[in-house]
């Protein structure tokens, strides 16, 4: 073909192949790619396992510390997950990780897990809220690399959240 040249037929690394297992753990199997607010609904859908996990017959020490566990886990899952998404998507903290939103939101509801409707949204909008202001050190373990600073700064978020929440649920009873 005249005038073609190699260049135009290269096709980006991300573009060209599929997400990986660690792509589809950081978008907590593909709720990031949801259209709008990805992080909310990551948040949101972090909130339905916590409910999910009230249901066991356990008493309320044994949840909190099972959804500690929870959070645990997927928090040493979604480190090596983000930094390969990161990897994936070519961009530092790309939007359609939302791992760091579901982590952060658990740490919110550690002290009253089985939370009624009301104290459900409070939690939710306390870390939203908190989670985009980034107070000290948020915004400061935002700048670590790779999944370290995508999930640190949601883990502090949510712990800043957690003391807000746990104040707040003292006037929702």
């Not at 339905?48 to 500690?68: E, K, M, Q």
């Not at 909008?125 to 908190?130: D, G, S, V, W």
């Not at 107070?135 to 712990?159: N, Q, S, T, Y």
């Amino acid at each position: 073909m005249k005038g073609t040249t190699t260049e135009s037929l290269v096709i980006p690394a991300a573009a060209s192949k599929r997400p990986t297992f660690a792509v589809w753990i950081a978008t907590f199997g593909g709720l990031g790619y949801f259209p709008v607010a990805p992080g909310s609904v990551g948040a949101a859908a972090s909130i339905a396992a916590v409910v999910a996990l009230s249901r066991l017959p356990i008493t309320n020490g044994w949840l909190s510390v099972l959804v500690g566990v929870t959070a645990t886990v997927i928090f040493a899952a979604g480190v090596p997950a983000a930094t390969g998404a990161e990897s994936y998507f070519r961009r530092k903290d790309p939007g359609h990780v939302v791992i760091d939103e579901v982590v952060g939101q658990m740490v919110t509801l550690l002290a009253a897990p089985r939370a009624e409707w009301k104290g459900l949204l409070a939690a939710y909008l306390l870390f939203r809220a908190i989670d985009v202001i980034k107070p000290f050190p948020a915004r400061r373990l935002e700048h670590l690399k790779g999944g370290w600073g995508i999930l640190l700064d949601d883990v502090a978020a949510g712990l800043w959240s957690l003391a807000a929440f746990t104040l707040v649920a003292h006037w929702l009873k």
